[in-house]
Structures are given as structure tokens and as C-alpha cells.
């Protein structure tokens, strides 16, 4: 059975620097793209950052670029996600996902919804604080 679950959230002030974890079990991920999103509470779920099978190629939100670095480690089934420079605005739960087919481009996993046919985790709380 897949399971995908992120870790290492937590509350952090403004301007600090947080790494979030996503691992992946069940299959073996190094074949898909991943991505992660968030949802703050009484807004619209958004794409953050999604990264490719090699780690090659990486696609960010505008409101994220330059201050967030996704990254994954395929030996163990992991990806990450660096979060510097934090604002309060980045307040949120952060989801991580896994493409269900080995084809799946960035675009893709960019412009997907929470009910959209991916291997979800069940997210983590990102506090931002001033």
C-alpha cells in the first residue's frame, strides 16, 4: 500500500527558516514527479513547489521563488522542502504528493487540486508568527 506522510512543521517567527519532510513508502518514488502544496485556513488550496523524477528540474509559485528550495533524496524516498525567509503569510498546511504516473510533467502537478488523483499526505502545520 502507498503512503505518503510530511513532517517537521511546526511554529517558527517571521523571518525564520523551516525544513519540511515528505516520505514516501509502498513504491518507489524516484520515477515521478512531486510536488507540494498548502492551504490556509478560509483560503484557496496553492501550489508551492513541485520538483521532477531527477531532481533536475524544479517549478516554484511566484509568491515562494527565491525564498523556498524543493529538493528530494530518491535513495531513501524523501523529498524536502526548505523554507527560509518565512512570512506570515506562508501560515498554513503544507501537503505533499507523488504523481501516479511516471509521465507527469511539473505542469501538471502544478496546476492540481486537493481532489485531484495523486498520492496525497495528510499534511503539516506551518506557523509563522511575528
Known amino acids: 500500500q502507498v503512503h505518503v506522510a510530511e513532517s517537521g512543521g511546526g511554529l517558527v517567527q517571521t523571518g525564520g527558516s523551516l525544513r519540511i519532510s515528505c516520505s514516501a513508502s509502498?513504491?518507489?518514488?524516484?520515477?515521478?514527479?512531486m510536488g507540494w502544496f498548502r492551504q490556509a485556513p478560509g483560503k484557496e488550496h496553492e501550489f508551492v513547489a513541485a520538483?521532477?523524477?531527477?531532481?533536475?528540474?524544479?517549478v516554484y509559485a511566484d509568491s515562494v521563488k527565491g525564498r523556498f528550495t524543493i529538493s528530494r533524496d530518491n535513495a531513501n524516498n524523501l523529498m524536502y522542502l526548505q523554507m527560509n525567509s518565512l512570512k506570515i503569510e506562508d501560515t498554513a498546511v503544507y501537503y505533499c504528493?507523488?504523481?501516479?504516473?511516471?509521465?507527469?510533467?511539473?505542469?501538471?502537478?502544478?496546476?492540481?487540486?486537493?481532489?485531484?488523483?495523486?498520492?496525497w499526505g495528510q499534511g503539516t502545520q506551518v506557523t509563522v508568527s511575528s
Open positions: 504528493a507523488a504523481a501516479l504516473h511516471p509521465a507527469t510533467s511539473l505542469t501538471t502537478i502544478a496546476s492540481m487540486g486537493r481532489q485531484d488523483p495523486a498520492y
Open positions: 509502498g513504491r518507489t518514488f524516484s520515477n515521478y514527479a
Open positions: 520538483i521532477d523524477w531527477s531532481g533536475g528540474n524544479t
